[in-house]
């Protein structure tokens, strides 16, 4: 495909996902010259030998299966003992109680985040995403029919929140804000008193807080993570989270949307009535893998969670000292959680590169080397990096993409 083409249906919102331009990469990548394929691109991490699951989470699924318990449907809104497990560990954090009432399972967090979209979707309604963000909720949105307005995270800020943008956005119409903490694709990390203004503006606003918590605990700088939930007297929020990263198990598809609101918003009665019907329509995971969940959540021992946290740690810091040696490009904060950072593009720089999208095709061209450009997240000229990524392989990625930014830099 045309760069051309594909640069206008990424700037055209909605038209293309993540999956969607990374495959175009990998496509355009050079078979013949001999080397591996190495893709900074995806956060799914299972791909590399060094990020595995915990042998108590396969146990646990293989023992559900072998059971011949759960071979039938489970209830749409999923097992009690799923829903009241993921309650639980979701409490451990949060300055009140959860019940197995205010969950509801689903496939993996991206349905979690439809279900969010659908339920606060109503003729003229908008809501505001952060950008850089997750283009999921672009997509979401325009099936929804509500409008998208974006807020600006703010990199010489730690990629915090522009809360004077979010009182200029919002409206009489406006629904709710999207935070993404641990963050993807910047790899910050909220602390408590940026939350704390957030739940704070959003109060103010009348509007609800759609926390997405995938990352939840994948948090390896100074800041411990802070579930959105423990503002939930000061605002309602809806928590969407999943097993996929912290467990290493993204294809299992088990994910769950939450109400964390102490004060009951969500709990009237017509509320509860359209979130149940429209779990009706749903199809969520496998039985046998909501069968595990309880004993996955219960029994998984903290060093298998800070063997994932050190990696992590470790190659966030490869790509941190080895983007130093790159003069086009700019780390401008350090990743602090999460799988990604989002690190400067100086297309100034470079020769016969015209903005980031060129530069990802014809990396992945001459270097078998896919990374996702920032167009795709919604920031021009600035690149996402993937670091769930085995050393070695993350040290050799890097060298290549040295080597490309060596070849291309304008000789003055």
């Known amino acids: 495909m045309e760069i051309e083409a594909v640069n206008s249906k990424v700037d055209t919102a909605s038209t293309i996902t993540i999956k969607g331009i990374l495959s175009l990469l990998v496509q355009n990548a ?120 974006h807020f600006n995270l703010l990199p010489q800020q730690g990629w915090e929140v522009d809360l004077d943008a979010i009182e200029t ?35 103010k606003l009348g509007i609800l807080v759609i926390a997405d918590e995938v990352y939840g605990h994948l948090a390896f700088g100074s800041r411990p993570f802070v579930p959105m939930g423990v503002f939930g007297s000061t605002v309602p929020v809806l928590t969407l989270g999943s097993l996929s990263k912290r467990w290493i198990v993204p294809g299992w598809r088990l994910g769950w949307f939450v109400t964390s609101d102490p004060s009951g918003t969500f709990r009237k009665p017509k509320v509860i009535e359209r979130i149940k019907k429209y779990f009706d329509i749903l199809g969520g995971p496998a039985t046998f893998i909501q069968a595990a969940v309880p004993h996955i959540l219960e029994s998984t021992d903290e060093v298998f969670f800070k063997k994932t946290i050190n990696i992590l740690k470790q190659t966030s810091e490869i790509c941190c000292r080895k983007i130093k040696e790159i003069p086009c490009i700019t780390c401008t904060h350090r990743p602090e959680g999460s799988m990604a950072m989002m690190v400067r593009l100086n297309i100034d720089l470079l020769e016969d590169i015209s903005d980031d999208i060129d530069f990802c095709f014809k990396l992945a061209k001459e270097e078998s080397l896919v990374i996702l450009p920032g167009t795709a997240v919604g920031l021009k000229n600035w690149l996402r990096i993937t670091f769930a990524v085995d050393p070695s392989f993350l040290e050799e990625a890097l060298g290549r993409l040295k080597s490309f930014c060596q070849r291309h830099t304008l000789i003055l």
């Not at 915990?54 to 489970?74: C, H």
């Not at 097992?79 to 309650?87: E, K, S, W, Y």
Request: aromatic residues 8%.
């Open 30 to 149: 050079d078979e013949n010259n001999g080397r591996r394929l190495i893709s900074l691109g995806m956060g799914d991490p299972s791909a590399y030998s060094c990020f595995h699951t915990t042998r108590i989470a396969q146990d646990a699924v293989v023992d559900s299966l072998e059971s011949e318990k759960f071979n039938g449907y489970a209830p749409t809104a999923g097992l009690p003992q799923t829903r009241r497990a993921i309650a639980e560990y979701l409490s451990r954090d949060l300055p009140y109680k959860l019940t197995s009432d205010d969950v509801f399972i689903t496939s993996g967090c991206t349905q979690a985040i439809d279900v969010a979209l659908a339920m606060l979707a109503r003729p003229g309604a908008n809501i505001l995403l952060p950008r850089p963000g997750f283009p999921i909720y672009e997509l979401c949105s325009a099936f929804r029919n509500l409008e998208v307005r």
């Open 169 to 203: 956005l919002a409206d009489k119409n406006t629904v709710a804000l999207v935070i993404i903490n641990p963050g993807n694709p910047c790899g910050n990390v909220y602390s408590y008193q940026h939350l704390k203004k957030i739940a704070e503006t959003a109060e």
